[in-house]
């Protein structure tokens, strides 16, 4: 059993794994479906996707937990946002049912690549849909691709939880009233350049500010924001602009009903972010991953919680969720899917 990788040395990059799921949109409707093992995508030169960028993804995982089951966490959630994503761009929807059984089937196909508990490592599954069919004139595609892949990936934190340092960006990640708010490739190709830039410079992540006015937090270019107050509040911003991340929208849960803390969900001035205890950026991959330092254009932020290990909150909302994940803490009903 197992596809005997090296779990715990696995990094971030794409192994390619024996199935994937596919299924076609054509005149008007999605067509059954498939595995396959063919990874190669034959389409026109001309195709919407390469033209005009028409393309959205999800992002989630799948793993082992301590009593051995295969499961994926809250997997309907990725479906939902990837219909707002679809409907915003013009892109006919995947349903919902469908786009769950996908998750099951890929995962099922692939479950030797499935790390085992303990291990630190997932099974990374990247859902996305493109507009396939040929477009000049800058219109919808009439035809459309929606496929699933999945590859292992290692542990976020190899050596251990690390604070990082961010910066305050100069650039911005989306337009007010614009695609902030969905997951379309094309605001991962408008950020590449501004995290090049700040990994040239030494910072890890760019922090992002509200284009209009740059007085309100925004997020990174792939995780929101969690702020813990001194008074032991959890803080996220609220913003049209920011991509409703289902980790940061589960930590929120978590430490009202499971911690008891005061959870708000508002606007939040940059100015106020001095005065935080804690930082730290949520996403899928990392679930939490600690700030230590914020970089104003050479002003640091020092959080109080420093560049040695998370903040105590941010800790014990991350072993709470992760807990859950991993079924060493009772879940809310409907957050753990498992795979037969
Ligand atoms: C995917 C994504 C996130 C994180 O969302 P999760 O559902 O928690 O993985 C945050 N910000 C952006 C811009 C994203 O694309």
Redo the contacts with the bound molecule.
């Keep these: 059993m197992g596809a005997n990788l090296d779990w715990g040395n696995l990094g971030f990059a794409y192994v390619r794994t024996p199935y994937r799921y596919v299924s076609d949109f054509k005149d008007g409707k999605w067509d059954e479906g498939r595995l396959t093992g063919e990874d190669k995508i034959v389409m026109s030169e001309c195709a919407g996707v390469l033209q005009y960028a028409q393309t959205c993804f999800?992002?989630?995982k799948a793993y082992t937990t301590a009593d051995g089951k295969i499961v994926t966490f809250r997997p309907d959630?990725?479906a939902e946002?990837m219909e707002n994503s679809a409907k915003r761009l013009e892109m006919p929807v995947f349903p919902k049912e469908r786009f769950l059984e996908a998750v099951d089937k890929v995962v099922a196909a692939n479950r030797d690549y499935v790390p085992p508990y303990g291990s630190g490592a997932t099974l990374y599954i990247r859902p996305f849909m493109f507009g396939s069919s040929e477009v000049i004139g800058v219109k919808p595609a009439k035809e459309y691709q929606f496929r699933m892949f999945c590859t292992p990936v290692g542990p976020y934190f190899k050596e251990g939880v690390r604070p990082i340092v961010i910066r305050v960006s100069d650039f911005d990640?989306?337009a007010p009233r614009g695609t902030?708010h969905i997951?379309a490739g094309l605001?991962?190709a408008m950020?590449l350049h501004a995290i090049v830039d700040a990994h040239n410079n030494g910072f890890e992540e760019n922090m992002y500010l509200d284009p209009a006015t740059r007085t309100y937090v925004e997020?990174?270019?792939?995780?929101?924001f969690i702020f813990i107050t001194k008074d032991g509040k959890l803080v996220t911003p609220l913003s049209d602009s920011?991509?409703?991340?289902?980790?940061?929208?589960?930590i929120c849960y978590v430490a009202e009903h499971y911690l008891g803390l005061k959870v708000e969900h508002r606007k939040v001035k940059f100015e106020e972010v001095k005065d935080f205890a804690e930082c730290g950026l949520?996403?899928?991959?990392a679930v939490i991953s600690p700030v230590g330092i914020i970089n104003d254009h050479g002003k640091e932020i020092k959080l109080p919680s420093g560049m040695k290990k998370m903040g105590e909150i941010t800790k014990k909302l991350y072993d709470t969720l992760t807990g859950i994940q991993m079924g060493k803490i009772e879940a809310p009903e409907g957050w753990i899917r498992e795979i037969k």
């Design positions: 999800e992002g989630l959630l990725n946002r990640r989306a902030g997951k605001n991962y950020s997020e990174t270019g792939g995780a929101n920011i991509l409703p991340s289902i980790t940061r929208r589960s949520c996403g899928t991959a």
